[in-house]
């Protein structure tokens, strides 16, 4: 997410919590958007989440262990209509994301569904159908 859209879902979200935020003098917005700031530097990612130099150094690893660079064009991804999914689609880098869900004990002779392909299909469902992705479990 690009810093623009953060700054602005966060402005968003002050109006909302302060209904009278025109009325506050510019000391008074600067004040609150510094705690804001504060409190978003202070949070602390969860246990099990790779930072993002982590995360960097992972993709980096899984590009450069390929001995055989093979294109990702191969993909279903000339049957998805929308643009948006399209893109996303595109946005998905099958390595990393198999070796980020795959399990120790995942061989290659399991290989009849990779996990990057669950992932995608998740993912593109999730965001066509927002209304049906989340299951209620009673």
Request: with cysteine; aromatic share 8%; charged share 30%.
């Amino acid at each position: 997410m690009q810093h623009k859209n953060i700054k602005l879902m966060i402005r968003k979200q002050l109006k909302n919590e302060f209904p009278n935020w025109k009325r506050l003098t510019k000391k008074e917005k600067k004040e609150l958007a510094g705690k804001v700031l504060k409190a978003i530097e202070a949070q602390l990612p969860a246990k099990g989440i790779i930072s993002l130099d982590e995360m960097g150094q992972f993709i980096s690893m899984v590009n450069s262990d390929k001995i055989i660079k093979l294109c990702n064009d191969k993909r279903s991804s000339s049957y998805i209509k929308d643009p948006e999914l399209q893109f996303i689609d595109a946005l998905i880098d099958d390595g990393v994301i198999n070796r980020l869900l795959s399990y120790d004990g995942y061989s290659p002779a399991m290989r009849d569904l990779f996990p990057s392909t669950l992932f995608r299909a998740e993912l593109l469902k999730a965001i066509k159908y927002p209304e049906i992705s989340y299951r209620k479990f009673c």
